[in-house]
């Protein structure tokens, strides 16, 4: 059961505009379980865009800041002013920005990499700590329920002692020069004034160390990089090679590649110890694979009632439910919205072939059980459950819509 809450917690966010990419997860995940409410914020650098997309997410226009400084300056006086602030702009930008918020006692997540360098990282350490402000940051696969369990398995001592981890982030999205096309994305992490020229270490290499971090508990005592451009004419690295001595001289091998062709998202972490072994892929996120040191395989799925309590509490659909599901949902009531939204507006209706099923579908489920019962009353004999109308995602959704009466 949920704890009760006397108020949403109020969030701000800097970045994230038209076209960007992790903003809009972050306003998604923020929703999910309605703990927060988005009442402010710069997205973008333009103006009007930023204007423009405030106004689509309901921000009231004097909380749809100039930049982030007048942002810090005024949420930090209102009486319902921000909790937390998400800062989802390109890398170079992150210190300046959290640097704000967090002087003016405003909690922070900013995404990864944190900031371009140690000092300044440490900087935002010591003024969250300073102000009593909450900086976090959003290495999210360390959320996902079955990767708390694999991290609760090896506290446990269920693998017994470490003995070997390997982790990757080989990613194929920028095995060609997308940055020479105009890919918004692939410039800045191709820039190493922006994503430094580490970029690729920055940006996945940082995912992969803190999921090693996360789910084995020990940190890197040293290691031995070597990165490359696997991309001709590119100005950063896009891809590394990493051996690690972990604490206690644990070896350890990380590889991070944002030019891995034909590799989708490729994150992937196996666990080695002298009982057992696990591993994670993030495209089976509801899969955690065990072997024994026969070579025995378990597979634990997302939603098993055996699972830890760390798994459990993140578990919102059950057992043989992947997470999609939720998302099924909100796209159910996405193309709804659009329906509703053009029947009160007066507007025409969405002209999709595929949409969502309605009152003629309803129907049909509800012959189709008639028919069945009839048909197993007479001996299994061939009924039909009759048709009036064609379902919903193969007529105009308009007219499937009007005769369902909804
Ligand atoms: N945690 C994750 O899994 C994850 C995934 C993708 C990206 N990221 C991180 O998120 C950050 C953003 O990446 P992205 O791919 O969404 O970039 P993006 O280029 O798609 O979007 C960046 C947004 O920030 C805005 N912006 C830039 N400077 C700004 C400023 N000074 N004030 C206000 N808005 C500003 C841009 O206009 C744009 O809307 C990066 O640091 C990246 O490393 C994290």
Wanted: with cysteine.
């Amino acid at each position: 059961m949920s704890e009760p809450r006397t108020r949403r917690l109020v969030a701000g966010m800097v970045g994230g505009g038209a076209g960007a990419d992790i903003g809009k997860t972050h306003r998604y995940a923020m929703r999910l379980d309605d703990q927060f409410e988005l009442t402010s914020g710069v997205f973008g650098r333009d103006r009007q865009g930023s204007l423009g997309l405030a106004a689509d997410l309901g921000i009231a226009e004097d909380r749809s800041y100039r930049d982030y400084a007048e942002m810090a300056a005024a949420e930090a006086v209102r009486p319902d002013g921000a909790d937390v602030v998400v800062v989802a702009t390109p890398n170079d930008s992150h210190f300046d920005i959290a640097r704000a918020f967090l002087e003016a006692g405003i909690s922070v997540v900013c995404e990864k990499p944190l900031t371009r360098d140690s000092d300044t990282a440490a900087e935002l350490v010591r003024l969250a700590a300073e102000n009593n402000a909450i900086l976090a940051v959003p290495h999210c696969y360390s959320a996902y329920a079955m990767v708390r369990h694999a991290a609760r398995m090896v506290r446990d001592g269920d693998l017994g002692r470490v003995t070997f981890v390997d982790v990757e982030h080989a990613s194929g999205w920028a095995a060609t020069p997308l940055e020479e096309h105009g890919h918004k994305q692939a410039r800045w992490r191709t820039n190493p004034d922006i994503a430094g020229f580490p970029s690729v270490v920055g940006d996945l290499g940082t995912h992969a160390y803190h999921l090693l971090r996360y789910i084995t508990g020990l940190d890197a005592d040293r290691v031995s990089g070597r990165l490359n451009t696997l991309v001709p004419g590119r100005r950063v690295f896009d891809h590394a090679t990493v051996e690690l001595e972990l604490t206690g001289g644990v070896p350890a091998r990380l590889w991070a590649s944002m030019a891995a062709a034909g590799h989708n998202h490729g994150l992937r972490i196996r666990v080695f110890g002298d009982k057992g072994s696990l591993e994670w892929q993030h495209e089976d996120p509801h899969h955690l694979t065990i072997q024994d040191l026969d070579g025995a395989t378990t597979v634990l799925t997302h939603g098993l009632s055996t699972l830890s309590e760390d798994a459990t509490r993140l578990t919102r659909v059950g057992l043989g439910h992947p997470e999609g599901f939720l998302e099924a949902f909100a796209n159910f009531y996405r193309d709804l919205a659009d329906i509703l939204r053009a029947r009160r507006d007066g507007t025409p209706l969405p002209s999709r072939e595929l949409t969502i099923p309605t009152g003629i579908d309803g129907l049909l489920g509800v012959r189709f059980v008639e028919a069945v019962a009839a048909s197993h009353h007479r001996d299994a004999a061939w009924v039909s459950p009759g048709s009036t109308a064609q379902p919903g995602s193969t007529a105009q959704p308009g007219a499937s819509i009007q005769k369902a009466g909804i």
